[in-house]
């Protein structure tokens, strides 16, 4: 036995009303998910670039450490497949001592802007042998 209570729809299906507003929902969800891809992505390309100038700065002060201050250019751009990529050396020596304080800076330019990758540290000049 069933009770009827007022009017009873004819048919079940959806409404167009309601179809509406569950495409509306929907396409606002896909939108969300795509924006935060977008905005994953992006991310991850300018944490690739980072490591690519934590790796050139690491191979800058190592051939700053086995050939010396003297013998590295102060400044250039790397080769190979890291042309958007160069350096600047800036040393002063420190009175009294036979060390230098040395800043190494990698730049490279990204999304429309100038990033920069800076290091200071301290070398001591090999002395010449004769």
């Not at 790796?55 to 700053?64: D, G, H, R, W, Y």
């Not at 590295?72 to 036979?98: Q, R």
């Not at 990698?106 to 001591?124: E, R």
Request: glycine share 6%; with cysteine; charged share 20%.
């Amino acid at each position: 036995m069933i009770l009827q209570t007022g009017k009873q729809r004819k048919n079940s299906a959806f409404l167009l009303f309601e179809v509406l507003i569950a495409v509306v929902v929907l396409a606002v969800g896909i939108t969300l998910v795509l924006r935060s891809f977008n905005a994953c992505a992006s991310g991850v390309k300018g944490l690739e670039d980072y490591l690519t100038a934590v790796s050139l700065i690491n191979e800058k002060m190592f051939q700053l450490h086995c050939e010396g201050l003297s013998k590295v250019a102060p400044e250039g751009n790397f080769d190979s497949g890291y042309k958007k990529f160069s350096w600047k050396i800036n040393s002063s020596p420190i009175e009294g001592l036979y060390i230098y304080k040395v800043n190494l800076s990698i730049i490279w330019n990204a999304a429309n802007s100038t990033k920069t990758l800076t290091v200071d540290t301290y070398l001591k000049e090999p002395l010449l042998h004769s």
